[in-house]
């Protein structure tokens, strides 16, 4: 069964650094999101992506945040200056185009931000 | 906006036994899909069940199954026969269907019942 690959599983930075997190989404699927759930909350929607822009976000991503689909395949999350508030599992998620299919989310890259 | 509320933060149930988990939400759409997944210890996201709001009978998935019930905007989820593998968080979610518009696509989450199975 296709698959949501997200890398690096776990990533310790030190606050003020930059990460990416890594994402390739399923190849015949065309819309792509992020997601984040704080250790014990709920998942909260950051962002999702369509023909090579931003087509929703919350509030929580501001201007520390961006995603890029460079190449066709993969699909990055970038935070800039982490806070210790970032702390959190980001999931990555894609979805065909049309009908209610659920997501198929990535195993998660669990961020720890010290 | 939409809103979604488990109300439950904990359930058990013993093993064989069914178990109820409880949503409801709030949406002015008409057309909309409700789902629910189940996050392990792994803290993988894995979808259990889906129900599109404009059919009118319970989705049902081997030992799970749904009471949708859209006037009450209610959305349970029933675990028959219920495993040892069935203990993790349970999350509702809500998605709407207009395509195109500001919120196509985005899942809305509740906050979660964590489901105990005692053998």
Redesign the interface.
């Known amino acids: 069964e296709p698959e949501v690959t997200q890398t690096p599983s776990h990533q310790v930075t030190q606050m003020g650094q930059e990460v990416i997190l890594r994402c390739v989404p399923i190849s015949n699927h065309l819309y792509f999101y992020w997601y984040r759930q704080i250790l014990g909350q709920k998942v909260e929607f950051l962002v999702s992506f369509y023909n090579n822009e931003i087509s929703e976000k919350s509030e929580i991503f501001d201007d520390q945040f961006s995603v890029e689909r460079p190449d066709g395949s993969n699909f990055t999350l970038k935070i800039r200056s982490t806070k210790l508030e970032d702390s959190a599992m980001y999931f990555c998620a894609s979805s065909p185009i049309s009908g209610g299919y659920g997501y198929t989310f990535g195993s998660g890259t669990r961020l720890t931000v010290v | 906006a939409q809103t979604v509320t488990q109300s439950q933060p904990e359930m058990s149930v013993q093993e064989a036994e069914t178990v109820t988990l409880s949503c409801t939400y709030d949406t002015s759409e008409s057309d909309y ?1 409700l ?1 629910w ?1 189940k996050q392990p210890p ?6 259990v069940i ?1 129900q ?1 709001a404009y059919k009118q009978q319970n989705a049902t998935e081997n030992r799970f199954s749904v009471n949708f019930q859209k006037a009450a905007k209610s959305f349970s989820l029933k675990i028959s026969d219920s495993q040892l593998g069935d203990a993790a968080m349970y ?1 509702c ?1 809500y ?1 709407s ?1 207009k ?1 195109g518009g ?11 019942t964590i489901l105990t199975v005692h053998p």
Not at chain 2, 42 to 47: A, D, G, V
Request: charged letters at 20%; hydrophobic letters at 35%.
């Open positions: 899909y789902f997944y792994s803290r993988q996201m894995i979808l889906r599109e999350f979610a998605r269907a395509a500001t919120s196509y696509g985005k899942l809305t989450f509740g906050q979660g």
